[in-house]
C-alpha cells in the first residue's frame, strides 16, 4: 500500500517535472529529476526482489531539497515530504 503511494507521489512529480509552466529553475527541474529517478531504481529493484546499491543518503537527499524548496514552492516541498516519509516507512 505505502509502495503504491510512492509511486503516485512519484507519478504527480513527474507530471510537474514535464509541464514546461511549473515555475522551476533548470536546476530545481535536474535535482527533482535524478532525485526521482533514484528513487523509482530504488523501486524497481525492490519490486524484482534484487539487491539495490546501499545509498543511505536518499531520504537526506531529499530532505535537501524540501528545504530548499519550502519557500518558492510549497506544494512541491509537500510533496516530498509525503515522498520521504514513504521511504522511511516502507525502508528505502
Known amino acids: 500500500m505505502a509502495e503504491q503511494h510512492l509511486k503516485e507521489q ?6 510537474m517535472l514535464g509541464d514546461p509552466e ?3 529553475s533548470a536546476e530545481e ?8 529517478t533514484n528513487i523509482k531504481a530504488r523501486l524497481i529493484a525492490r519490486d524484482a526482489n534484487e539487491e539495490a ?3 543511505p ?20 516541498a509537500a510533496t516530498l515530504r509525503s515522498v520521504m516519509q514513504t521511504l522511511v516507512d516502507i525502508g528505502v
Request: charged residues 30%; without cysteine.
Open 10 to 15: 512519484l507519478e504527480s512529480l513527474e507530471e
Open 29 to 36: 527541474r535536474d535535482s527533482l529529476q535524478q532525485l526521482a
Open 22 to 24: 511549473a515555475p522551476l
Open 57 to 76: 543518503t536518499l531520504v537526506d537527499g531529499v530532505n535537501l531539497m524540501v528545504e530548499r524548496l519550502e519557500a518558492s514552492h510549497p506544494t512541491t
Open 53 to 55: 546499491e546501499a545509498d
